[in-house]
DNA sequence: TCCCTCTTCAACCTATCGGTTGACAACGGC
DNA sequence: GCCGTTGTCAACCGATAGGTTGAAGAGGGA
């Protein structure tokens, strides 16, 4: 689970792996498609699919000689789970800390009044 | 914002820097307090934290010699907002397929009637 | 003022990353 | 049955990541 999800994270730190998973979102497509608009090598983006692969964001299906590419977008539900946990736990925060303000502000009217 | 894109998600994919960011998500620390729990030096976390401030998660604010450590939370909207797009544009490729396949279901049944 | 605590900077080391080139395995078309 | 296309494996290379130790800077307390 938790290295699940630095996979997942460290596969969609790099620019050339976030694009392909852009235009896997759209469409799946052979290894030699995605390559064709990097001025890498085939070699390069075959490994990034590894990588992406390994994250568990990727599935390749052997259709014949060509590998199709498709997208398991269940994974970044994972991400987003972990993200909104922590970001609503300090949006939480926010909400409590004005609270207290508020009430501050409250007891501040009281004794000026 | 690519770039800051890439360094948020680099920055998540360590598992100690992901831990800093649950336990910052409920209460503010000094880098000394975040430091203890782990068994790396102090001079690692505060590595750690500034790979996180780099990416935007976090700021210090000097309080005398103690730093306090403050989550920003509101980057961690940019990640959700990158995910959801590409979460939600596979999404509709299903329910376009879904369609399409009901479709061609409705005219079997159809032909078969 | 002197010292003690907190934090960062600097240099270093090893492992991993992203890229290369070269070879090779696996199929389909002819 | 061979050839060309498609994709991966292997070895290598330079750069970066994450850790260490040692030293130094910046405040507060006695």
């Avoid at 590998?67 to 539900?77: K, T």
Wanted: charged residues 30%.
């Amino acid at each position: 689970m938790e290295e699940r999800l630095s996979k997942v994270f460290a596969a969609l730190a790099d620019p050339t792996r976030r694009d392909l998973v852009a235009r896997l979102a759209t469409a799946d497509a052979t290894v030699g498609e995605l390559a064709a608009p990097y001025d890498v090598s085939v070699q390069a983006i075959s490994k990034h699919l590894k990588v992406l692969e390994d994250a568990g964001l990727v599935t390749k299906a052997k259709v014949a000689q060509r590998r199709s590419v498709h997208l398991e977008a269940e994974v970044l539900d994972l991400m987003t789970a972990w993200i909104e946990r922590y970001r609503q736990r300090a949006e939480q925060r926010y909400q409590r800390l004005d609270a207290v303000l508020a009430r501050m502000n409250e007891e501040q009217e009281g004794k000026a009044s």
